[in-house]
């Protein structure tokens, strides 16, 4: 297989029927089962785990889109290992149920036979404006229109989907996946505007002056960490936001390097490590500052990065960058808890150590409350900021966690908006009533 084919060919392969009958087999049938109480989107993984074993997959998908319009995508990158698959009864026996692979298995049904189960009733409602494309708010913007709300997404970039589309390589998520998690919320009837940037492109107030009554910011954590350690500025040295954000919208055309070494010990880390291997890098290392054991990526993503023959070197941190006429020629490290030296050739640095978030202020022309850290500040259980009628919610207020609790957080916001919009809604009615009694009294 080519480097560009391995670079968009899923790394792991889907069930085939009767596989996916054979696993759900093994599913012990629990009453009050822990791995649907795992799942913080609610997807209820017993339910539609039953329903694959008896051979109802429309049942399956039926369960998995009314809880999660991402269900593709979060089949795929889920850390089910820490979530539903390792609350599974059968931990206790020998390994637990696959959950993620027969989460697939039914959506990858879904879109083999062209099922579309979920039907938005006619928009009626008020007119909402959701500001970022991400999880987050394509998870609201569904839920808002099957509440009947007219809804718009507004996304700064060309393409929907945010980190699913530029942040996750396509060995653990196809973009085509992607765009028809997408093309579910518009055929939703949620409205796209791409290459629109809130606050520079249209404001709030404009907005507002077309009659937009509520608004979800999900504008997710856009700015990449970069350590400020000499060399940071050299030609060769980036970060996984545009590493990442470079390589999988060209489908992998983008000049990788021929060593490269990749900071940091996250998925994302592991995403820009099987990118530069698969892609052509003769010899990729990652560096994290920590142990293997307090690495926080996804335990099969590393067995998969390691297949693919990249080093590591655990408990180094990032010293030095070299450099030989403006570009990276190596790079210096140093024992994180002790004086270790160590240095290694190199002709591209990928920093993938977290990211920031751009100032909302920007955004929203008010005085929303931000925390020290770009962060927005919102109502834990309800996502309201301190500005009535916006609410935020994702990884710009939790400063970033995973694609199924930006779905949850979503989901919650949505439904917090709605409460919101009805509450006016009722309170204009009856003072409509009484303006009505006042005028039948004279």
Partial sequence: MDDKKRYLTEAVEPFTPLLAMEEASRCLLCHDAPCSQGCPANTNPAKFIRSIRFKNVKGAVETIREANILGASCARVCPYDRLCEEACSRCGIDKPIQIGRLQRFATDFERAVGMNVLQAPEATKEKVAVIGSGPAGLAAAAKLALDGYSVTIFEEKPAAGGVLTYGIVPARLPQDIVDSEVQYVKELGVGFELNCKVGKDVTLDDLKAQDFDAFMLGIGMQNPKLANIPGFDLDGVTTAVDFLGAAKPSQGNIEVGSSVIVIGGGDVAMD???????????????????????????????????????????????????????????????????????????????????????????????????????????????????????????????????????VAAGKVAAESIDKYLTSLRETKASNTEIEAEKEGVK
């Fill in 272 to 406: 820009c490590a099987t990118t530069a291997r698969t892609l052509g890098a003769d010899k990729v290392t990652v560096l994290y500052r920590r142990t293997y054991e307090e690495m926080p990526a996804n335990r099969g993503e590393v067995r998969h990065v390691s297949e693919l023959g990249v080093n590591f070197f655990y408990g180094f941190k990032p010293e030095e960058i070299i450099g030989e006429d403006g570009k990276v020629s190596s790079l210096k490290a140093v024992g994180f808890k002790d004086d270790s030296k160590l240095e290694l050739k190199a002709d591209k640095v990928v920093f993938a150590i977290g990211q920031v978030a751009e100032d909302s202020s920007e955004i929203v022309e008010l005085a929303i409350s931000l925390d020290g850290k770009n962060l927005i500040v919102a109502n834990e259980e309800t996502y309201e900021t301190s500005v009535p009628g916006i609410f935020a919610c994702g990884d710009v207020v939790n400063g970033g966690r995973t694609v199924v609790e930006a």
